[in-house]
């Protein structure tokens, strides 16, 4: 466990997100305020022809559904890139599983149970991350995604939700799934292959799609087979 996420993991630490903020050190979060300087946030080439610019726009929202190895790879490449990460809610998958997908820790935060509190922890988070990940409650007020939608545009961060969200400019959503590297009853995974689509507002109105291989333990993602986008 990264110093990062034992500050923000522990439960009954959190008393609200800008306390939590306060105990980084004022070097470091003018580190994490300056960092982000472009106005795309990278994403693995072979995700890169689901979003109409090839990268996250700075101050957008997204969501992803159907898989948690597709919101990894996403932490991976801006974690490699010298991005801040941040996750909110409960953990996709544990720290171990994000170290094999390339997350690198040193520059990825957790903040698994915030509690009532979560609206005002994403809030603070997005004043110095460059993409902050939320799994939000069931009942998630929309004046909530509203106000943090406009806190990542107003902050220039992203946010990537993995429920529904009011407000969000581009989905991604794994329409099929496949496993490889078993043979008949023996053998290990090696390869997690994804069918994806994109769709949203403006430039993402027409939807996209791609096959994304995943490998079980890489730091790195194989090019896409791209098709011509089509609608479901």
């Given at each position: 466990?990264?110093?990062?996420?034992?500050?923000?993991?522990?439960?009954?630490?959190?008393?609200?997100?800008?306390?939590?903020?306060?105990?980084?050190?004022?070097?470091l979060l003018e580190?994490?305020?300056?960092?982000?300087?472009?106005?795309?946030?990278?994403?693995?080439?072979?995700?890169?022809?689901?979003?109409?610019?090839?990268?996250?726009?700075?101050?957008?929202?997204?969501?992803?559904?159907?898989?948690?190895?597709?919101?990894?790879?996403?932490?991976?490449?801006?974690?490699?890139?010298?991005?801040?990460?941040?996750?909110?809610?409960?953990?996709?998958?544990?720290?171990?599983?994000?170290?094999?997908?390339?997350?690198?820790?040193?520059?990825?935060?957790?903040?698994?149970?915030?509690?009532?509190?979560?609206?005002?922890?994403?809030?603070?988070?997005?004043?110095?991350?460059?993409?902050?990940?939320?799994?939000?409650?069931?009942?998630?007020?929309?004046?909530?995604?509203?106000?943090?939608?406009?806190?990542?545009?107003?902050?220039?961060?992203?946010?990537?939700?993995?429920?529904?969200?009011?407000?969000?400019?581009?989905?991604?959503?794994?329409?099929?799934?496949?496993?490889?590297?078993?043979?008949?009853?023996?053998?290990?995974?090696?390869?997690?292959?994804?069918?994806?689509?994109s769709l949203g507002?403006?430039?993402?109105?027409?939807?996209?799609?791609?096959?994304?291989?995943?490998?079980?333990?890489?730091?790195?993602?194989?090019?896409?087979?791209?098709?011509?986008?089509?609608?479901?």
């Amino acid at each position: 466990m990264t110093a990062f996420e034992h500050m923000f993991d522990t439960r009954g630490m959190l008393r609200s997100a800008a306390s939590s903020l306060e105990g980084l050190s004022p070097d470091l979060l003018e580190q994490l305020r300056t960092t982000g300087s472009k106005e795309l946030l990278p994403v693995p080439q072979a995700l890169a022809e689901l979003f109409p610019e090839g990268g996250v726009r700075r101050g957008s929202t997204i969501t992803v559904s159907g898989s948690s190895s597709l919101v990894l790879a996403v932490l991976a490449e801006v974690s490699q890139r010298q991005g801040w990460c941040a996750e909110v809610g409960s953990p996709l998958l544990g720290s171990a599983a994000a170290a094999e997908a390339g997350v690198d820790l040193e520059r990825f935060v957790r903040v698994a149970e915030p509690g009532e509190q979560w609206p005002s922890v994403v809030a603070s988070l997005l004043e110095a991350f460059d993409i902050v990940v939320i799994h939000p409650p069931a009942r998630a007020r929309e004046a909530d995604m509203r106000r943090l939608s406009a806190r990542a545009r107003e902050r220039s961060a992203v946010l990537l939700t993995t429920g529904k969200w009011e407000g969000a400019v581009l989905a991604l959503t794994v329409i099929e799934q496949r496993w490889h590297g078993l043979g008949s009853g023996h053998g290990y995974l090696q390869a997690h292959e994804l069918e994806v689509q994109s769709l949203g507002r403006g430039a993402a109105v027409r939807p996209r799609r791609a096959t994304v291989w995943l490998p079980q333990a890489s730091d790195q993602l194989p090019q896409a087979s791209d098709q011509l986008p089509q609608a479901l």
